[in-house]
């Protein structure tokens, strides 16, 4: 008798899809707000999803490339105010 299912190909790709979405929202609204945080977030979580073979890699890559604009924009303002915080 086993309680719990096997981890199936199909499990796996629809946490790799979770991932990828997950990526493009912490990257689309680290852009805004907690963009040190965010970011990294949305690289690891954006790397991982294509690891696993999502199927949304296009999610997964514009989380990639949010999560990296997450960390220039943060850059650019660290620049120019000479801060590690940013604000409007």
Do not use: C, E, H
């Not at 997950?22 to 852009?31: D, E, S, T």
């Not at 960390?71 to 604000?87: I, N």
Request: charged share 10%.
């Amino acid at each position: 008798m086993q309680l719990t299912a096997p981890a199936t190909r199909r499990t796996t790709a629809r946490d790799a899809d979770g991932m990828a979405v997950a990526a493009f929202i912490l990257g689309l609204v680290g852009i805004l707000v907690l963009n040190l945080f965010l970011g990294p977030i949305a690289i690891a979580l954006a790397t991982t999803a294509l690891w696993r073979g999502t199927t949304r890699k296009g999610r997964a890559y514009l989380g990639l490339g949010l999560g990296i604009a997450d960390l220039l924009v943060l850059l650019a303002f660290m620049q120019a105010d000479s801060t590690v915080s940013w604000s409007f």
